[in-house]
């Protein structure tokens, strides 16, 4: 898979597969916070290569194993919030993972704006590679780039799936660190 330094991402909706699969322990007011953001650190380079270069960034990951069903404590939220500090611009999270208000905030990204999808295992789809579920995922960008490598090998629809219906697929920064 070739790197985004051959993507032209200027006002193009990106679907960033990345590895956000981050450990939450409890906050000082007992809401779940991330224990650990080394992951999410990790995809910073290809997140802020793809914002300084005007794409308007959406991106999947997993949390945990809630296997299909909404699990609260396994909500992306935690993970947004962090992902804003570390960044310091606003990071938007979506309600779902798939459906109209998740096209419709997609679809109103501004140049360099990121939204985050809840978790994409709330689809009991995700892990069958569905490819109802991966339609849906496609339908949300213009580009694919997986950022994911630890869930590189796992063929779901947001890893495999997707990839096949999007025309362009790139490999994120840490990943082609990972290959070199």
């Known amino acids: ?102 096209a419709a905030l997609a679809d109103g990204l501004a140049d360099g704006q990121i939204l985050v999808l809840e978790n994409v295992r709330f689809e009991a789809g995700e892990t069958k590679n569905d490819p109802e579920l991966a339609a849906e995922l496609a339908r949300l960008a213009d580009l694919y780039v997986n950022d994911a490598f630890g869930s590189a090998h796992r063929a779901h629809s947001s890893t495999t799936g997707v990839a096949h219906l999007l025309r362009a697929r790139r490999a994120g920064c840490s990943n082609a660190r990972s290959t070199r």
């Open 1 to 102: 898979m070739r790197s985004i330094d051959e993507l032209d991402v200027k006002g193009k909706r990106v679907l960033v597969r990345v590895d956000f699969n981050v450990p939450l322990k409890d906050g000082p007011d007992g809401t779940p916070v991330v224990a650990d953001d080394t992951r999410i650190t990790s995809a910073l380079p290809t997140i802020e290569e793809l914002r300084g270069r005007g794409a308007r960034l959406i991106l999947v990951s997993h949390l945990g194993r809630p296997k299909g069903e909404r699990v609260q404590a396994l909500s992306m939220a935690p993970v947004a919030a962090r992902l804003q500090e570390l960044i310091g611009a606003e990071v938007i999270l979506a309600p779902d993972v798939v459906g109209d208000d998740v």
